[in-house]
């Protein structure tokens, strides 16, 4: 089975890398040093604070597989061109039956955090904006009922 690519914005490759370097460099000497500490405490079996930092860096070791495997199939999405929306696109929108404008950053999966206006190109409305021009009508399926917006404009970053 051939692996799905993962589509990153510049910033997002950019924060994954950063991220992965955190995480090999100052993460693993802390948790070493916080290992090292609770192995002092003695008898292993009930030692609350061992088998915490273990936990940690069971929870470290597999994000830093995870950010390794995602950067080994990222690509990075080129959005100068604004005609249509695609990953890295600025749109904005308005919803019709509320009259009001909205702004998000299309963005990959990884990337994808709606209390930063960035959604998902995988997300019901990211995938209806996908390769649409400014005006057109989008229609989105939402547990609320289907949400029509209109696209005003689209910009890159």
Known sequence: MAEEEVILTPEGLAQ??????????????ELAERLKTAISY?????????????????FMETRIITIERMLKKARVSDNTDTSTVKVGSIVVLNDIEFSEK???????????????NKISYESPLGVSLMGKSVGSIISVDAPVGVIQYELLEIRAK
């Open 42 to 58: 003695g008898d292993l079996k009930e030692n609350s604070e061992y088998h915490s930092a273990k936990d940690d860096q069971a």
């Open 16 to 29: 994954l890398e950063q991220e992965l370097e955190e995480l090999k460099t100052v993460k693993r000497k």
């Open 102 to 116: 909205v702004e998000y950053r299309i963005v990959g999966p990884a990337e994808a955090d709606v209390a930063d």
